[in-house]
């Protein structure tokens, strides 16, 4: 099973950009779709971003525009570009894949300061 490993969070202002980083264990070039999702506290963990094997993409009306995903497949690695960051998107941040396997990583926390 695929292991997962988030990084690049941590603490920035609002209007301010970090970027994510998922190394999987193995190769994730037959993995159809994998994707990133969040959970704040007291709230459920949601799907925010999601990118195909074919660089389809899709996202979360709240992260729209702001948001971008992308997938290195040679590093196994997927990425999420986010700025324009708001208080409202502290949380912890993991990836997976979509739909998402019981093999979470222990994410990455994303706080944004107002």
């Known amino acids: 099973q695929v292991q997962l490993v988030e990084s690049g969070g941590g603490l920035v202002q609002a209007g301010g950009s970090l970027r994510l980083s998922c190394v999987a264990s193995r190769s994730i070039t037959s993995i159809n779709a994998m994707g990133w999702y969040r959970q704040a506290p007291g709230s459920q963990r949601e799907l925010v971003a999601r990118?195909?094997?074919?660089?389809?993409?899709w996202y979360a009306v709240s992260v729209k525009g702001r948001f971008t995903v992308s997938r290195d497949n040679a590093k196994n690695t997927v990425y999420l570009q986010m700025n324009s960051l708001k208080p409202e998107d502290t949380a912890v941040y993991y990836c997976?894949?979509?739909?998402?396997?019981?093999?979470w990583g222990q994410g990455t926390q994303v706080t944004v300061s107002s």
């Open positions: 990118i195909t094997s074919g660089g389809s993409t």
């Open positions: 997976n894949l979509v739909p998402y396997i019981n093999s």
